[in-house]
């Protein structure tokens, strides 16, 4: 099992940015796909980006390409999501994820570690 912190959120105005991070302790780290995942009130929890047990590869949502970029750090154990040019819309409670393997999926059924979250709320 790992633990799963994730820090950065916040309130901001539209347009701004955010970085969040996400510190794992437990198992190897680093044999595992990670992602950021985002659930806002009555909504389903979503993809928003993963990245590859490596770090050689990365995947984004659609509604969130060229302006979040994640990246790991497999010696600090950490992951991380900038965010930039935030919208409202992009208002959600941010959850960091451990996947089952190696290679980004994008179903929060491959997921089994969680955090508890992180608030994002971006004014208009």
């Known amino acids: 099992q790992v633990q799963l912190v994730e820090s950065g959120g916040g309130l901001v105005q539209a347009g701004g940015s955010l970085r969040l991070s996400c510190a794992a302790s437990g198992r190897t780290f680093s044999s595992y796909a990670m992602a950021w995942f985002r659930q806002a009130p009555g909504k389903e929890r979503v993809f928003v980006a993963g990245?590859?047990?490596?770090?050689?590869?990365?995947y984004y949502a659609d509604f969130v390409k060229g302006r979040f970029t994640i990246s790991r750090d497999n010696v600090k154990n950490m992951v991380h999501l900038q965010m930039n040019s935030l919208k409202p819309e992009d208002s959600a409670v941010y959850l960091c994820a451990v996947s089952t393997r190696r290679g980004v999926v994008a179903s929060p059924g491959q997921y089994n570690d969680w955090g508890q979250g992180t608030q994002v709320t971006v004014a208009s």
């Open positions: 990245i590859s047990a490596s770090g050689s590869s990365t």
